[in-house]
């Protein structure tokens, strides 16, 4: 049983790109979160995605936005990317109302 | 505003004696509280949680406790094992919210 899974592994971007990044659930799992971690924080949390749709929203600005596909994969995408843009950005799966969040490994963005 | 915090970035502990992570929070509408503990270039893995409505759980090594006075909770490793080395991050929510507020983390080495 593929747990969740995140691609790609690393990514260096400049300043003002565009990235995308995606997220395929754990098996059996409908909702896909998705948490930035910067250099010695913990996760914080982006939005969460449910049948497609945004249903909650963390404090980030809208050059942060997302999808989910009806395979209940995601992607994560982050226009006019800034320097502190730079961190680990993690993908976790649930069933929806409680459950336990399964995190992938992340992607690490680097923004120069 | 960090509104689950975690004071201490290290620890060390000798292999077999008790390790003892704390963590404190701030918001009282969180009545669920999570630990997990982190690999690098792994994402967080799932250890341990509690409800409010609880004051211990235990599962096997690992036995969480909440005070629900003092807004405090630790997490107790009994023997420390040469694997238990990792960061460890205590995460906190509220009922009908799935979106998860970590603290910092603190770093668990385990001397052999």
């Known amino acids: 049983d593929a747990g969740v899974t995140q691609s790609p592994t690393h990514l260096i971007k400049t300043r003002g790109q565009q990235v995308t990044l995606r997220c395929s659930p754990k098996s059996g799992h409908d909702t896909v979160s998705w948490y930035q971690q910067a250099l010695g924080q913990g996760p914080q949390f982006i939005f969460q995605y449910y049948e497609e749709e945004e249903r909650q929203r963390g404090n980030f600005p809208d050059r942060f936005s997302g999808h989910q596909f009806p395979n209940y994969s995601s992607e994560l995408n982050v226009n006019a990317l800034l320097l502190g843009d730079s961190a680990l950005y993690l993908c976790a799966s649930s069933l929806i109302l409680g459950g336990e969040q399964f995190f992938g490994p992340g992607t690490r963005l680097t923004v120069l | 505003d960090q509104q689950v915090k975690q004071n201490s970035p290290s620890l060390s502990v000798q292999e077999g004696r008790i390790s003892i992570l704390n963590c404190d929070y701030t918001n009282s509408m969180f009545d669920y509280f999570l630990w997990y503990k982190k690999y690098p270039a792994e994402g967080p893995t799932f250890l341990i949680s509690i409800s409010s409505i609880k004051d211990k759980n235990e599962d096997g090594r690992f036995t969480v406790f909440l005070n629900k006075s003092a807004k405090h909770l630790s997490l107790h490793i009994v023997p420390s094992q040469p694997g238990d080395s990792a960061v460890y991050f205590c995460?906190?929510?509220?009922?009908?919210?799935?979106?998860?507020?970590f603290g910092t983390g603190t770093r668990l080495t385990i001397i052999p």
């Open positions: 995460a906190a929510r509220y009922f009908g919210n799935e979106k998860l507020t």
